[in-house]
């Protein structure tokens, strides 16, 4: 073999090589990319609002934070046509774990009571540990005695 053909094959090699670098590197990086949205997308979905209904009263309920090591945080709105919404939602509000630890201490910075439509922000002050999911317990309401919305983490 020539020194010309060994130098043509060489430089061959190291350009295949150099190709098929590059093609594994960008199909990792897309990969990658892949991966975290589909995560994304997968907590998002067990996020979604939710609503309950019952004595002529309709719950709606989206997390806001919802995660290990975080304050829960929820967004609630009560709509009724018939129903006067005096009470306290701290007060009948609890969030219960999959050990069944409950959390009771919470805080409500919304609408005040009374009224056909009150919407605001209920946040919990104890930090959630790990658990699978959590329910949030609404006690009450319109003679609905208890309205379970929960969420797997």
Avoid: C, Y
């Avoid at 130098?7 to 990086?29: A, R, S």
């Avoid at 009224?115 to 009450?140: A, P, Q």
């Amino acid at each position: 073999m020539s020194k010309t053909n060994k130098f043509l094959l060489l430089t061959l090699v190291i350009v295949v090589i150099f190709l098929v670098f590059n093609v594994v590197k960008k199909t990792d990086k897309k990969f990658t990319v892949i991966k975290t949205a589909n995560s994304v997308s997968k907590q998002e979905k067990n996020l979604n609002s939710q609503e309950n209904e019952g004595g002529n009263v309709t719950v709606k309920v989206k997390p806001k934070v919802l995660k290990i090591g975080e304050r829960p945080m929820f967004e609630l709105e009560f709509e009724t046509h018939s129903v006067d919404l005096a009470f306290d939602v701290s007060q009948i509000s609890s969030l219960v774990d999959e050990k069944g630890k409950i959390f009771n201490n919470s805080i409500w910075e919304g609408s005040g009571p009374g009224g056909h439509h009150r919407e605001g922000t209920l946040t919990f002050n104890t930090v959630l540990s790990e658990t699978k999911f959590v329910e949030l317990i609404i006690k009450d309401v319109a003679g609905v005695l208890q309205r379970k919305l929960r969420w797997e983490l």
